[in-house]
């Protein structure tokens, strides 16, 4: 990789408590090049958004933060506020689950765009009315022209997204950090608006970072996969050689607990185990071994580093694991799987013939009425 955009070293983020310092984010390193999208995706509580609060700057003052964050050939780590907002201005945006924190309620859509679009450029009212009519119609609003004028509480959750998707297109963004953007939105929907921020990207160039808990979201939408574990990541690998090469026990647990169209139809999800472990006080030991169908017992006297696995050039394919070189092609460890599949369970129904099944809902003329 020649000239990143984005070059993220040793990142690391705590939290004081009443318990104790929360290490959230606890050695991340990453390149990112414009143009290219980077998923981040592991459980609840893995740090993902705590990355993303510091790249853009938005944590609160009181945390401890230590590393590097080169934007755009600028350190951001030790910015003073102003200087952050003026470079956020200039191409860093972020896309939040939920687009009302991104929306102010009391002004209309097409206010928040012009000011997207004026605040860093000298623009007339009449040309940042036609961009923003213009963006309002790329991300797919009806009636852009009318729609100027509403509120955000007169929008749907997938089309307010959509707004937030125009405004951070007016803002001519470098990098796109999306950061779970189609959480809180029906299946539909998220297709709808990944496809978008894949169009935005076109558009504009950006570099994106997706972050999700969602295997599949990653599979659609990333070049590059970091999979996060307590804190670190665990796993880093191209898109394709991370689903068919895994070597990290974690990582190997999340793609077994997505469903998968090209996996046999009865065979059945493989939950993870258990829970991370707590961010406090963290033992020098695998922070997945309570969790590791194959740990042993080296794995809980050190933490293993992320180093190279794969075949491909020096930190292609990293893995945090002191067992990856045994694991092979599949998630197979000596020719059995990782995660051994449960049984699939008998249903006491399954011997009968379906039209000998007692009924369980009988629905007869139902009819749905709109009342516009
Ligand atoms: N302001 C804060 N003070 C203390 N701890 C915090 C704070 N913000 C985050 N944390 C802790 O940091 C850890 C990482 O949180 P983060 O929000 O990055 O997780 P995440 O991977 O984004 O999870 P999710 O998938 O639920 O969004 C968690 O243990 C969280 O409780
Ligand atoms: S280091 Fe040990 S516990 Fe951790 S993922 Fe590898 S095998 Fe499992
Ligand atoms: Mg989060």
Not at 91 to 115: K, N, W
Request: net charge negative; hydrophobic share 40%.
């Amino acid at each position: 990789m020649t000239n990143p955009l984005l070059s993220v070293r040793d990142l690391r983020v705590s939290f004081a408590s009443e318990t104790g310092t929360v290490d959230a984010v606890r050695g991340i390193s990453f390149d990112l090049e414009a143009g290219r999208t980077l998923g981040i995706v592991g459980e609840s509580g893995s740090g993902k958004s705590v990355t993303s609060l510091a790249i853009m700057g938005l944590l609160d003052e009181n945390v401890r933060i230590s590393g590097s964050i080169i934007f755009d050939g600028q350190e951001l780590l030790g910015k003073s506020d102003k200087q952050l907002s003026a470079i956020r201005g200039n191409g860093l945006v972020m896309i939040f689950q939920d687009p009302l924190s991104s929306l102010t309620p009391v002004f209309s859509i097409g206010a928040q765009l012009i000011e997207a679009l004026t605040v860093h450029r000298a623009l007339s009212k009449r040309e940042a009315w036609a961009r923003a009519v213009q963006l309002l119609e790329t991300v797919g609003i009806p009636d852009p022209e009318q729609r100027m004028k509403s509120f955000p509480h007169e929008f749907s959750g997938g089309m307010r997204q959509r707004v937030v998707i125009a405004i951070a297109m007016a803002n001519k963004p470098k990098l796109i950090i999306a950061d779970e953007p189609t959480t809180a939105l029906d299946v539909t929907i998220q297709a709808q608006i990944l496809d978008l921020i894949s169009k935005a990207q076109a558009e504009t160039g950006a570099a994106v970072i997706m972050i999700t808990h969602d295997m599949g979201v990653v599979a659609k939408t990333a070049d590059d996969v970091l999979v996060m574990y307590a804190g670190k990541p665990v796993e880093k690998a191209p898109v394709h050689e991370l689903f068919h090469r895994t070597r990290m026990p974690y990582s190997i647990g999340l793609l077994g607990a997505i469903p998968r169209v090209d996996k046999a139809e009865k065979q059945p999800l493989v939950p993870i185990k258990g829970n991370p472990p707590l961010l406090i006080n963290l033992p020098n030991a695998c922070p997945f071994a309570s969790r590791c169908p194959i740990a042993i017992e080296a794995c809980h006297t050190s933490e293993p580093d992320l180093v190279d696995v794969g075949n491909g050039s020096v930190g292609e394919h990293q893995a945090a694991c002191i067992r990856s070189h045994e694991i092979t092609d599949g998630g197979l460890i000596d020719g059995r799987p990782v995660f051994p599949l449960p049984p699939i369970p008998e249903s006491a129904l399954a011997a009968i013939p379906r039209e000998d099944r007692p009924t369980t809902l009988e629905v007869r003329n139902l009819l749905r009425r709109s009342l516009s």
